[in-house]
C-alpha cells in the first residue's frame, strides 16, 4: 500500500502560480511512477503531468505545457507541480498517483494504469 496525501491547493487569481506536493508514505518510493490529475466540475478525470521512476523523463498534457513543472525527490518521497501562469480553466481537484513500474525511465498517461490515488486537492483560478 501507498498513501498519498497532497497539499498546497487554493484561490489563485488568473496569471499566478501554485505549487502542490503530493507526500507518499508506504512502499518504495523509488518504485513508483508518479502523475498528477485533475478534475473540473462536469469533466472527466484528466491527465496534467507525470514523470518517470528516475526522475529524468516527464511528460505533460498540452494544455498545461510551458505552464507546469513536474518533480519528484525521491530521498523525501515527495513529488511536486509547480503551476505558473494560471488560468481559469485549470480549476479543478488535482490529484496525485502513484503507478507501479519496472520501467525507470517512463511517462505513464493512462489514469488507469495508476495503483494509488491521493484524497485530491482543490484549485481554483479567479479570472
Known amino acids: 500500500q501507498v498513501q498519498l496525501v497532497e497539499s498546497g491547493g487554493g484561490l489563485v487569481q488568473a496569471g499566478g502560480s501554485l505549487r502542490l506536493s503530493c507526500a507518499a508514505s508506504g512502499r518504495p518510493f523509488s518504485s513508483y511512477a508518479m502523475g498528477w490529475f485533475r478534475q473540473a466540475p462536469g469533466k472527466e478525470r484528466e491527465f496534467v503531468a507525470g514523470?518517470?521512476?528516475?526522475?529524468?523523463?516527464?511528460g505533460y498534457a498540452d494544455s498545461v505545457k510551458g505552464r507546469f513543472t513536474i518533480s519528484r525527490d525521491n530521498a523525501k518521497n515527495t513529488v511536486n507541480l509547480h503551476m505558473n501562469s494560471l488560468k481559469a480553466e485549470d480549476t479543478a481537484i488535482y490529484y496525485c498517483a502513484a503507478a507501479r513500474s519496472t520501467r525507470t525511465q517512463m511517462v505513464i498517461t493512462r489514469d488507469g494504469a495508476y495503483d494509488y490515488w491521493g484524497q485530491g486537492t482543490q484549485v481554483t483560478v479567479s479570472s
Open positions: 514523470i518517470s521512476i528516475s526522475g529524468g523523463i516527464t
